[in-house]
């Protein structure tokens, strides 16, 4: 069975760093061909893709929020790990980590709300 | 502004089938066999529905199609029930550095 979990702080003030953990089980981030990407839902709007990273640890990342992201793995624990820099109001979202397989997001996790306020 | 181009809402009696539209360039949906679709009902995770175009996941009700004309990508549910109200959302590969795009959601209404 696979599943994946986010897991982060409740809310995060404006100018900090937000810091969120994918933690899957039922596959493995070393298979070749597998990837987990991160994606977000400000309330009310649209998906938007913020980062992959590979099998092989090759990593990609939204233009637009580039500047901002890192994401990197830990195969040894089945987690990987998103940081966002410089978090601002319009950021607050739901934010999902999924699997993905070729060319789409086959598993997803529930997603964890992610509010910026002072 | 999203870069695939959904429409915001569509409509459908039971029974009925409908169609929901993604249109975007020959830089991305017209240039690769790679757009997914995805189900979002209320304070759910997006769930797949369709991947490389026109394939389903195991699972996946045979009501559920799709297929791509050029630019635009096209998601058919036919024989239409109330569960299928939902958001609705494709996604395709743009280019080796972007490379997931999403549309700006469809949602559904079973009447």
């Known amino acids: 069975q696979i599943t994946l979990k986010e897991s982060g702080p409740m809310v995060v003030k404006p100018t900090q760093t937000l810091t969120l953990t994918c933690t899957f089980s039922g596959f493995s981030l070393s298979t070749s061909g597998v990837a987990v990407g991160w994606i977000r839902q400000p309330p009310g709007k649209a998906l938007e893709w913020l980062a992959l990273?590979?099998?092989?640890?090759?990593?990609y990342y939204s233009p637009s929020l580039e500047s901002r992201l890192t994401i990197t793995s830990d195969t040894s624990k089945n987690q990987v790990v998103l940081t966002m820099t410089n978090m601002d109001p319009v950021d607050t979202a739901t934010y999902y980590c999924a699997r993905r397989i070729g060319s789409a997001f086959d598993y997803w996790g529930q997603g964890t709300l992610v509010p910026v306020s002072s | 502004q999203s870069a695939l181009t959904q429409p915001a809402s569509v409509s459908g009696s039971p029974g009925q089938s409908i169609t929901i539209s993604c249109t975007g360039t020959?830089?991305?949906?017209?240039?690769?066999?790679?757009v997914s679709w995805y189900q979002q009902h209320p304070g759910k995770a997006p769930k797949l529905m369709i991947y490389d175009v026109s394939h389903r996941p195991s699972g996946v009700s045979n009501r559920f199609s799709g297929s791509r004309s050029g630019n635009t990508a096209s998601l058919t549910i036919s024989g239409l029930q109330a569960e299928d109200e939902a958001d609705y959302y494709c996604s395709s590969y743009r280019s080796s550095t972007t490379r997931v795009v999403f549309g700006g959601g469809t949602t559904l209404t079973v009447l």
């Open positions: 990273i590979y099998w092989d640890d090759d990593k």
């Open positions: 020959s830089s991305d949906v017209g240039a690769y066999n790679f």
